[in-house]
């Protein structure tokens, strides 16, 4: 697909980003804890969360879509299915899976697609291995497929070292299905999506001031059902903040987006570079929910070492934005970018090397020298954050990229909005 250098500016109102994927992830798992109807508006219809829903089917539940709502009546009792659980790209889908179905009676089989079976599972299985998960796979259980034994778990008290949204649920919902109270601690505050939603809904959480320690109680009772509608993916409105921060002349406002503390920190990292961005909290539920808006924006190097667990989905496109920036920037303590849907840091040090920008690679993060920027023909590695972020690029100085298929797993109208804003587009 070859994406052409836009010419003109913009000035655009955004109120229908992707949905948030970290929340329907969550709200299709969670209402297997309920016993009524769960009901959510703006459920995102991509590739990763419909595969929830259809494991959902898979485990007896009753899965309705009109539009863009979702209607999920849970199962009396889970029923172990008679096949695979495929959880195809998705790493969170999978690791919310193993510590929700490691305490649920039965034998489960989770896989998903080449990438994903070779994503790291061990942070999630050795943690529940521990308080009696029977739990197997390649490589003693750090590859997928994994193999579940469910069964009635230990109550625990684990300190993670590594700063993990994905982890933290695990254990969770593993503490729910436990014969006594749990606590988890971690080192530095992970996403807390999970923790807010949960406790919305009625679960047994004790949460400290700062977030980082959480007792939790075995269920003795059914969560409070669901009634919601899911915000916009910051993640997602990140590409076209970003294209209005490097097109001249041009403004845009994106409505109805989760603005979670831990989900804003590539937008600070934007001022920090000297962006225009605004960010209006319009409403509180469980989640801060509002709107952003940003303009053409002269931006300036900077140094990123902290808070990387708050921002590690938007760097592909951060690094676009340090490309384009006066001086040289870094990114540091990232190694987790090594084992996404891609090496992320080699996939971003390769394609701006293509583009003629000067990058120096770390185990842990690259430097970037701003400067011009080139068409070029670039790899995805089938990784729907590096085709967005180049697709993003393209648009000031054109780019071809070589699959563009993989953004449905996370953007599926990406392309329609990128139309809106002038781009033109060759397939």
């Not at 007896?60 to 959880?87: F, H, Q, R, W």
């Not at 054109?398 to 990128?418: A, V």
Request: with cysteine; proline share 3%.
């Amino acid at each position: 697909m070859i994406i052409h250098a836009l010419s003109d500016s913009f000035e655009i109102e955004i109120s229908d980003i992707a949905a948030d994927k970290s929340i329907s992830h969550r709200f299709a798992i969670f209402s297997l804890l309920t016993n009524k109807e769960n009901k959510a508006k703006n459920y995102l219809l991509a590739k990763d969360t419909l595969h929830t829903l259809e494991i959902l089917k898979q485990l007896g539940a009753e899965v309705k879509i009109y539009g863009t709502n979702v209607s999920i009546i849970p199962p009396k009792k889970i029923v172990p299915p008679k096949d695979v659980l495929y959880c195809g790209n998705s790493g969170t889908l999978m690791r919310l899976m193993i510590g929700f179905l490691s305490g649920i009676s039965g034998f489960f089989v989770l896989s998903g697609d080449s990438s994903l079976n070779n994503r790291p599972m061990k942070r999630v299985c050795d943690p529940l291995k521990s308080i009696g998960a029977k739990i197997y796979g390649r490589e003693n259980a750090n590859l997928a497929p994994i193999c579940i034994e469910g069964q009635k778990l230990h109550f625990f008290n684990y300190e993670s070292q590594i700063s993990s949204a994905q982890v933290k649920t695990a254990m969770i919902l593993s503490a729910l299905n436990t014969n006594g109270k749990s606590i988890f601690k971690e080192l530095n505050l992970s996403r807390n999506h999970s923790e807010n939603m949960l406790k919305a809904m009625g679960a047994p959480l004790k949460i400290s001031e700062n977030g980082l320690k959480i007792e939790i109680s075995n269920l003795k009772k059914p969560l409070i059902e669901q009634d919601l509608e899911i915000p916009n993916d910051p993640s997602s409105a990140f590409y076209f903040i970003l294209a209005a921060l490097i097109t001249p002349n041009s403004k845009i406002r994106i409505n109805n987006i989760l603005l979670n503390s831990t989900r804003i920190e590539a937008y600070k990292v934007l001022q920090k570079m000297g962006a225009k961005i605004e960010i209006k909290i319009t409403q509180n539920h469980f989640e801060s929910i509002g709107e952003i808006r940003a303009s053409f924006s002269k931006l300036k190097a900077v140094e990123v070492k902290e808070n990387i667990a708050w921002l590690i989905d938007e760097i592909p496109a951060l690094a676009i934005a340090f490309a384009l920036a006066d001086g040289i920037s870094i990114l540091k303590n990232a190694k987790e970018l090594r084992v996404k849907e891609s090496d992320r840091i080699c996939s971003i040090v390769s394609n701006l090397k293509l583009c003629g920008i000067k990058v120096e690679e770390f185990e842990d993060g690259f430097k970037i020298e701003g400067g011009k920027v080139n068409k070029a023909k670039i790899k995805s590695y089938n990784d729907h954050r590096i085709a967005m972020s180049f697709a993003i690029l393209g648009m000031v100085c054109g780019m071809e990229i070589d699959d563009f298929d993989c953004i449905k797993t996370s953007f599926p109208n990406f392309i329609e909005i990128l139309k809106r804003l002038g781009v033109k587009i060759d397939y």
